[in-house]
């Protein structure tokens, strides 16, 4: 009965994840792809946070959904986050991913089993990734999103932990804090910590 509750589970988490940030509907997307013979299961699951949202934007807005449409016009259609905050480069990401990726946590696992195993989390954080990096307008905020997958997803490819394997994760917390601190001391953060 556990086994039959998570698609919907994870549909849910995925709904709420794509309410409080819109791009995270990316997320939604691969998660649902990825278990073809969940699909009903997760669907139902995405379907209560997404009519929270339809019902909140018909009487916040008027209509269901709206506030979706106002963020993808402003923020694709007619492109205002690039022009009142500016761009970066495509390869961006990449260079915060260098910044932030669980380092510490892979050199303490005991060797990588399958990489099949991290496909579950890797995936849906790769394409978000893509799909944040074909938008001009790019912040450390929205790459870090895709930060827990990241962790989840080199702890599904180790072959067996160790005692190591917990001090590795702290020290790839002490990572992030640290890279998040030096960012926005440098204003890479653009003062958004």
């Not at 394997?165 to 002490?174: E, G, I, Y």
């Amino acid at each position: 009965a556990q086994d039959r509750a998570a698609p919907a589970a994870t549909g849910a988490l995925a709904g709420l994840a794509f309410v409080l940030r819109y791009p995270a509907g990316i997320f939604a997307a691969a998660l649902g792809l990825a278990a073809p013979r969940s699909l009903p299961r997760f669907a139902l699951g995405l379907a209560l946070p997404l009519a929270a949202l339809a019902a909140l934007d018909q009487r916040a807005w008027g209509a269901p959904f709206a506030s979706v449409g106002a963020y993808a016009a402003y923020n694709l259609l007619q492109d205002r986050a690039r022009i009142d905050y500016g761009a970066r480069p495509w390869w961006f990401y990449l260079a915060c991913l260098l910044a932030f990726a669980p380092w510490p946590m892979a050199m303490g696992l005991k060797g990588f089993g399958s990489l099949r195993a991290a496909l579950p989390a890797l995936a849906p954080a790769g394409l978000y990734l893509l799909a944040m990096s074909a938008v001009a307008h790019k912040e450390p905020r929205f790459f870090l999103s895709a930060l827990p997958l990241l962790v989840a997803a080199t702890a599904c490819a180790a072959a067996q932990t160790s005692g190591r394997a917990r001090a590795a994760l702290a020290l790839t917390l002490a990572q992030g804090v640290a890279v998040t601190a030096a960012w926005w001391h440098l204003g890479i953060l653009q003062g958004d910590i």
